[in-house]
């Protein structure tokens, strides 16, 4: 039992195992939070509202040690791989790169929504967050699905011929 916990946490050490454990959670977190979000608006509840932000926001936060690992995994990941997929792998790690703007930004927006709770404009900022929120965890859901055809090409939707 206790070498298995060693292992355990060696792996997750591990730049190539962390950065799958990372990969998902924006989309799962966007997800959550945005739930957790609109049941807490329409419930009147200003905690849970709040709960419901930081998630948001510490999941999106979560993209920058994504892409570290991600990058320090990737020359094992391409020796690892069929020739054929990296240049697919470095498409999807570069695609990873150029987006992760959006996730700071969301990050940033939410620490501000938390700062202005209960204020002024806090509706506002509200919507913002929610509006921002779920064009993110489209791209959340996007980004997950080209990562899953990258690594399991079996799933990629076949055209048709002709």
Not at 11 to 25: G, I, K, Q, T
Not at 121 to 146: E, N, Q
Request: net charge positive.
């Amino acid at each position: 039992m206790w070498r298995e916990v060693i292992t355990l946490w060696q792996s997750v050490r591990d730049p190539e195992y962390a950065h799958l454990l990372l990969e998902p959670l924006p989309l799962y977190g966007l997800g959550l939070g945005l739930i957790l979000l609109t049941v807490a608006t329409l419930a009147g509840e200003t905690k849970s509202r709040l709960l419901a932000i930081a998630l948001m926001g510490l999941s999106c936060a979560s993209v920058g040690p994504y892409l570290s690992f991600r990058l320090s995994a990737t020359p094992r990941i391409l020796a690892t791989r069929p020739v054929a997929a990296g240049p697919e792998i470095e498409r999807q790690t570069q695609l990873r790169q150029q987006v992760a703007w959006a996730y700071h930004l969301m990050s940033g927006a939410c620490l501000v929504a938390l700062g202005m709770a209960g204020r002024r404009h806090g509706r506002h900022v509200l919507a913002v967050i929610f509006l921002g929120g779920t064009a993110l965890f489209w791209l959340s859901l996007w980004l997950h699905k080209k990562e899953c055809e990258v690594y399991h090409p079996n799933i990629r939707r076949l055209v048709s011929p002709g």
